[in-house]
């Protein structure tokens, strides 16, 4: 059974709505999961977008809603202000985000310069005491050339730890990417595609899981010693 014009390579039947009460944390609001997608190419024909997109469109029909950052004018890092707009609009779609999908081409081995300047742009916290990544999900894809490699994905699943993100264990790759999306930059049903559907299924169940409870998650004994020691040096010096 097909489900719309929109998703033509989709089998509905065989993607049945999540089930939000056996993963959502006691209070929840119930909002729809916040996803924002980053791709690592500024080609016109950007496979890596595509394969974004086949993403959102299917994160979408699963109830959640998201936002892709185009990189384009995203100055190299350090080599502008925080203030930059494209700075600015990346930083706050971080933090407006529930969580991520990473989707980069493969070149000389590697992620894309691209994709690693917008990971650069995040820094671990904020004024304020803002994370924009702790604590968020992540799903990571990429696309290649030439054969199936992950060189990409496992860099990405570093970072992805680094900024202290839950990495989700599926991921996507696809080889040799321009034989497999059609003239219309869409990619046909078949095993490449169904991955992507697994990746975005498994995103969105882990996000519902997570996002309730990323502040308990992420709490660390460090960070409360470091705390205190704050508290008792300021105390220590009203008293002095």
């Known amino acids: 059974m097909k489900v719309s014009d929109d998703l033509p390579s989709l089998q509905a039947d065989q993607l049945p709505a999540i089930d939000i009460d056996a993963l959502k944390a006691a209070g929840d609001l119930g909002h729809k999961p916040r ?4 791709y690592g190419s500024l080609r016109p024909q950007s496979y890596s977008r595509r394969a974004a997109e086949e993403a959102a469109r299917i994160l979408q029909f699963l ?34 985000s529930e969580g991520m999908v990473w989707s980069s081409p493969e070149r000389h081995g590697a992620m894309t310069g691209i994709m690693k300047c917008q990971i650069d742009w995040l820094p671990l916290s904020l004024k304020g ?12 894809m ?13 860099q990405m699943r570093i970072l992805g730890r680094w900024m202290r993100m839950v990495t989700i264990p599926n991921q996507s790759s696809i ?6 999306f059609d ?9 490449f ?7 975005m299924e498994e995103l969105v169940k882990f996000t519902w899981l997570v996002r309730g ?6 709490d660390r004994y460090s960070e409360r010693v470091e705390s205190a020691e704050e508290v008792h040096q300021r105390v220590s010096k009203k008293s002095g």
């Open 35 to 38: 996803i924002l997608l980053l």
């Open 63 to 96: 109830g959640c809603e998201t936002r892709m950052f185009d990189p384009t004018g995203l100055p190299l890092p350090d080599g502008a202000e925080p203030d930059h707009p494209k700075v600015v609009e990346l930083r706050d779609l971080a933090v407006w």
């Open 213 to 218: 409870r990323a502040d308990y998650l992420v």
């Open 129 to 140: 005491g803002i994370r924009p990544t702790q604590g968020k999900t992540l799903a990571v």
């Open 142 to 154: 990429q696309v290649s050339g030439g054969s199936q490699s992950f060189n990409a994905v496992n």
């Open 183 to 191: 003239a219309e930059g869409r990619l046909p049903e078949g095993p």
């Open 193 to 199: 595609y169904r991955r992507i559907v697994d990746v």
């Open 175 to 180: 080889p040799k990417a321009w034989l497999e």
